[in-house]
């Protein structure tokens, strides 16, 4: 279903660009862009929580999260509205894959004119919490103090707090509900922008508000999660954002050097995307 958003607190949202994605919640929170090395590695910096993002998002979700929503998009709205609010204005769709149908996880190709459907298996993505007092040296190499990774064969979330962050307790509490046939759903938030006169589509990576404990635990029993999957859509270029100077802001200096030194800076401009609110 495509809702709008007229009413929101401009908290929560999703950098966009050639160039990677980041997920923010009012100042960048995770980010992740291409190494430029000539494959398609990813670096992942995930940044220490000073605004408490994590607690919002878990006092706005003390409800149950084990109902399956495919055919009843209108509850899961009125479910998911609390979240909702803290969205930048805009227009979204919302989507509910269970964990019998997987249709989240399937993507298609065509082959001697038939289509064939094909499963992707699916990991999260956690980078180590930047440490505000490390100073990398000069000489030190990017990706040994950056996470690196690739997503070629699956689907990635990406986590939105530290792997230090875990409670395994909980994966076991989460791991024996899903032993009794419970399935619990994670909630997922992406931005896209599907062009009408080229083939530059542009996806963001799947961040995950809600559901770390559950997403650990599905994979480690190998059974695929509930998803509730809320998308920004983006109608036009010019709605799409990219806040380099606020990801200068968090970065360490080297690694906002790699991210500019692989893209010339007019390429900050292409297609109308802003590097920061004061250009």
């Given at each position: 279903?495509?809702?709008?958003?007229?009413?929101?607190l401009?908290?929560?949202?999703?950098?966009m660009?050639?160039?990677g994605?980041?997920?923010?919640?009012?100042?960048?929170?995770?980010?992740?862009w291409?190494d430029?090395?000539?494959?398609?590695a990813?670096?992942?910096?995930i940044?220490?929580d000073?605004?408490n993002?994590?607690?919002?998002?878990r006092n706005?979700?003390?409800m149950?999260?084990?109902?399956?929503f495919?055919?009843?998009?209108?509850?899961?709205f009125?479910?998911l509205?609390?979240i909702?609010s803290?969205f930048?204005n805009g227009?979204?769709?919302?989507s509910f894959?269970?964990s019998?149908?997987?249709q989240?996880?399937y993507y298609?190709?065509?082959f001697?004119n038939?289509?064939?459907k094909?499963?992707k298996?699916?990991?999260?993505?956690f980078a180590?919490e930047?440490?505000?007092?490390?100073?990398?040296d000069?000489?030190l190499?990017i990706?040994?103090?950056?996470y690196?990774y690739y997503?070629?064969?699956?689907?990635?979330?990406?986590?939105t707090?530290p792997?230090?962050n875990?409670?395994?307790?909980r994966?076991?509490y989460f791991?024996?509900?899903i032993?009794?046939?419970?399935?619990p759903?994670?909630i997922?938030?992406?931005?896209?922008?599907?062009?009408?006169?080229?083939?530059a589509?542009w996806i963001?990576?799947y961040?995950?508000?809600?559901g770390?404990?559950?997403l650990i635990a599905?994979s480690n029993?190998k059974?695929?999660?509930?998803?509730?999957?809320i998308?920004k859509?983006n109608n036009?270029?010019?709605?799409?954002?990219?806040d380099?100077?606020?990801?200068?802001?968090r970065?360490?200096p080297?690694?906002?050097?790699?991210?500019f030194?692989n893209?010339?800076?007019?390429?900050?401009?292409k297609?109308?995307i802003?590097i920061?609110?004061?250009?």
């Amino acid at each position: 279903m495509k809702f709008k958003i007229t009413k929101g607190l401009s908290l929560i949202s999703i950098g966009m660009s050639d160039i990677g994605s980041y997920f923010s919640y009012k100042a960048p929170l995770s980010f992740s862009w291409y190494d430029c090395a000539g494959s398609l590695a990813k670096y992942l910096c995930i940044f220490p929580d000073k605004n408490n993002f994590r607690e919002t998002v878990r006092n706005k979700i003390q409800m149950n999260l084990n109902k399956d929503f495919t055919n009843d998009k209108d509850s899961l709205f009125e479910l998911l509205e609390p979240i909702l609010s803290l969205f930048e204005n805009g227009e979204y769709s919302l989507s509910f894959c269970n964990s019998e149908n997987r249709q989240f996880f399937y993507y298609r190709t065509s082959f001697d004119n038939f289509e064939k459907k094909h499963l992707k298996s699916f990991y999260i993505e956690f980078a180590i919490e930047k440490d505000e007092n490390f100073k990398p040296d000069k000489n030190l190499r990017i990706d040994s103090y950056t996470y690196n990774y690739y997503d070629l064969n699956s689907i990635c979330f990406i986590a939105t707090e530290p792997k230090s962050n875990i409670n395994w307790d909980r994966v076991k509490y989460f791991e024996e509900e899903i032993k009794k046939g419970k399935r619990p759903f994670a909630i997922i938030f992406s931005s896209d922008f599907i062009s009408k006169t080229s083939e530059a589509d542009w996806i963001s990576e799947y961040f995950i508000l809600d559901g770390h404990h559950k997403l650990i635990a599905y994979s480690n029993l190998k059974i695929y999660p509930a998803i509730a999957l809320i998308t920004k859509i983006n109608n036009s270029e010019f709605d799409l954002k990219f806040d380099f100077e606020a990801l200068k802001k968090r970065l360490y200096p080297s690694q906002s050097n790699h991210v500019f030194e692989n893209w010339e800076e007019k390429d900050f401009y292409k297609n109308g995307i802003r590097i920061s609110e004061e250009e």
